[in-house]
C-alpha cells in the first residue's frame, strides 16, 4: 500500500515485517527508529513489532540449548526498560505521533524476559509486560513474569482512546490469559512472533507459519479485536551468526508472514514475500468490530459469568518484603512476594 492518506473513518496500522539488526543494540534501535519513521510517513498511526525485534529472537536455543558465549552477548545486547535506547525510541514515537508496540528482549539486571511495551504517539510508556511463561527452549534464556505482566491492555492517543494491548507467540493458546487480556476490551491487539516457516516433516503443524497465523485469527474471532500479526524475517545474515543452518527451526531464509485481521478472523491486508522487509498495512473500520461483537461478545452478551469465571492476581511478586519493626514473621495472608505489609 502506498502513502496517501487514509479515510477519516479509518485508522492506518501496521504489522513490522524486519529483519532484526541480530544481537547489536546500538543498530537494533536505529533500525527500530527507521521503521517508526518509515510507518509516520505512509500515514500509520500504529505500528506493531514482532517478538524480541530488539536485538532478534534467539534462534540457536532451539539447535544448541547451552551456549555460554551467544548467550552472553544476547544479555549484553537486550533492551533495558529505564534506559538512553528506549528513551530515544520513546522520541521517535513521540516526533513522528506514532503509536508503537515494540517486542523485545528486557535486560533486568542481566536476566533477561520476552517482553513488550506500548509507547503512546507522545512518547510514553504505557505498559510493559513480559511473556508469562517462555515456550519451551525458551526457558533456557528467559525468566517467567509476574502478575503485573497480565495488565497488558491501555488506552492510546489513537482516535477515541482506542485501547490496544499485547501478547507473544503461544501465549495465544492459553485460554486464561487471553480471557483476562480480552476482559481489558481491546479494540487493537498486536501478537508478537518470532521467524515462522510453512509445516513440512513431523514437526508440530502447531508451531508453523499456517498454525500460528490460525492462533492470531482465532484471537480475533474469539475477542472480536483487529489483530497486528507481527513476525520476524530470518536472512543469511542471522543464520550464520547464530549457527541454525542444521537447526529443527529456523534454519532458512525467510519468517515473515506478517498480516492484519479482522475482527472476524478474515486477512485484510496484502502479505509480503517471506524473505522481504516492510510495513503490512491496513486501513481498518473501526465499526467492523462493532458489527462481529453484535454477534459475539465473550465477556458481555455472549457469556455466563453466574457460571464460569475467572480469578486471577495481577501483583507483581517481589523478591523481598520489608516486614515493618515489631510485627515479627507475621506477614498478612497474600502480601508475601506482593504488596508491601501493612
Known sequence: MGSAQPPSSTLRVAAAQYEPEWLDLAASVKKTCSIIAEAASKGVKLVGFSEAFIPGYPAWIWHRPVDPVLATRYIQNSLSVDSAEMRTIQACAKEHGVVVALGFSENDHNSV??????????GKVLMHRRKLKPTHMERTIFGD??????LNVVGTKLGNGKRVGALNCWEHCQPLLKYHTATQREDIHVAGWPPLSPHQGPELWSMSQEGCQTLSQTYAVETQTFVLHATTVLGPKGIDLMGTSQSMLMNSPGGGFSAVIGPD???????????????????????????????LDICGHYSRPDLLWLGCDTREKRHKVDVPRGKGAQIEEG????VESK
Do not use: H
Open 265 to 295: 478472523g478474515r486477512v485484510l491486508s496484502q502479505p509480503l514475500e517471506p524473505e522481504a522487509e516492510g510495513l503490512v498495512i491496513a486501513d481498518i473500520d473501526p465499526s467492523m468490530a462493532i458489527m462481529a461483537r453484535s454477534f
Open 145 to 150: 513474569a509476574s502478575g503485573n505482566s497480565l
Open 335 to 338: 502480601e508475601a512476594g506482593g
Open 113 to 122: 524476559y520476552i517482553a513488550q511495551a506500548i509507547i503512546d504517539a507522545d
